[in-house]
């Protein structure tokens, strides 16, 4: 069950971290969709879509996730709803209250743009039409960058709830959030780079995608040496057995596409989806054992 400041390990089950890769990469990809409407051009619009269209159904999974984490499906309506009293239920000192108001108000914004990018598609109803047009004026514009920082925040929580409790590791340092949003940016910036390459319209922004990886990649990298310092005399317990092994998958999703986005003759001798695959099986990694390695 996911409780907060839990003292023995909560003992997790892979749905959790399935919901720790989903939100991260759910909030990732609708802050990548946003950059690339904020700083691109009109060849962007399709890779910003795609952006947005991943967004949506990742976040769709994550009540889903938290829900099968509960053992009860109202128990996660309760964190929203008090039944006592039928009101809002919002604790500002509940990390778990938080979190899930932050997850419904960025579905509320993931939802619209979600409906925004499906009215750019061709053959779209009227009333979608009109919609996206909407989102291209300044209030628009101003409804997205507010998403953008809701989003931020999901891809960072679920780092800052592991770092609020007091199992040993989790606890022990300060980085998780920045670490987990770091490693979520770069993880959609990877994902949507992927998906691009499936549609022709969306490719123009293939280099752009992947400058923004490797700035995110790097700092994921620096966030990574700062968690190995702070957590001092615990490290062992992140670093020892078969845990190496998950390490190892995270060095090679960082370290490799970085040499190759700095190697452009690298990439012609690989496969161009190779990069993106790693980063992908980096993120999935480096939660996995933040996560469990703690537990066991």
């Known amino acids: 069950m996911l409780t907060e400041h839990f003292v023995a390990a909560p003992h997790w ?38 952006a947005f269209f991943i967004s949506w159904p990742l976040l769709l999974v994550c009540p889903i996730l938290l829900t099968l984490d509960l053992g009860q499906p109202t128990r996660f309506w309760h964190m929203l709803i008090d039944s006592r009293t039928a009101g809002l239920a919002f604790k500002s000192w509940s990390p778990m209250s938080v979190g899930a108001w932050a997850l419904l108000i960025y579905g509320i914004f993931s939802t619209v743009m979600f409906v925004v990018a499906l009215g750019e598609t061709r053959s779209t109803p009227a009333l979608l039409s009109r919609v996206s047009k909407v989102a291209g004026t300044l209030a628009g514009r101003v409804v997205m960058v507010v998403g953008a920082l809701f989003a931020l925040f999901v891809s960072a929580y679920t780092g800052v709830l592991l770092a ?4 040993p590791v989790w606890s022990d340092t300060w980085t998780l959030g920045g670490l987990f949003l770091a490693s979520g940016l770069s993880g959609a910036s990877a994902l949507v780079l992927l998906m691009s390459r499936r549609r022709p319209e969306a490719a123009e922004t293939d280099e752009k995608l992947l400058e923004a990886d490797r ?29 190496l092994v998950l390490w190892l998958v995270v060095l090679a999703g960082t370290v490799v596409p970085l040499l190759v986005h700095w190697r452009p003759a690298w990439r012609q001798r690989i496969s161009r989806n190779l990069g993106p695959i790693l980063v992908l099986l980096g993120v999935l990694a480096l939660r996995a054992v933040v996560i469990f390695s703690p537990q066991s």
């Open 215 to 243: 700035y995110f990649i790097i700092l994921e990298l620096v966030l990574i040496a700062l968690f190995f310092v702070t957590l001092g005399g615990v490290l062992s317990r992140v670093l020892s057995g078969g845990w």
């Open 13 to 50: 089950e892979w749905y959790i971290l399935a919901y720790f890769v989903a939100a991260g990469l759910s909030g990732g990809t609708y802050v990548i969709g946003t950059m690339l409407r904020l700083w691109g051009d009109a060849r962007d619009l399709p890779a910003s879509r795609l």
């Open 164 to 167: 609020v409790s007091n199992q």
